[in-house]
Nanobody, 124 residues
């Protein structure tokens, strides 16, 4: 069983930066692909990006160039650095982990472990 705990959310102004953290339990963290998703009020959960066990990253078009995902395997932690935040980035942000192998990790169905979420609010 893998447990994920997000932290770092909060209220910021447009143009500000924020870094989210996701701490994972488990002795095989290095083998997990870690994803970030978000869900705005009244909308479906949306893919933000993921980082593979090898460190490769993929981002959605809406955050590409502004958000960066990284991982520290020594700390069993994955990060989401968010720069140039916009009001439309307001959402609950979730990290997710998968031990499965897929051709793509853009879908929430690829992940078998989820954190509880952390709220990010960007004011204009």
């Amino acid at each position: 069983q893998v447990q994920l705990v997000e932290s770092g959310g909060g209220l910021v102004q447009a143009g500000d930066s924020l870094r989210l953290s996701c701490a994972a339990s488990g002795r095989t963290f290095t083998t997990y692909t870690m994803g970030w998703f978000r869900q705005a009020r009244g909308k479906e959960r949306e893919f933000v990006g993921y980082i593979s066990w090898g460190g490769g990253t993929i981002y959605s078009d809406s955050v590409n160039g502004r958000f960066t995902i990284s991982r520290d395997n020594a700390k069993n932690t994955v990060y989401l650095q968010m720069n140039s935040l916009k009001p439309e980035d307001t959402a609950v942000y979730y990290c997710a982990a998968t031990t499965r192998s897929y051709s793509t990790y853009r879908s929430s169905s690829a992940y078998n472990y989820w954190g509880q979420g952390t709220q990010v609010t960007v004011s204009s």
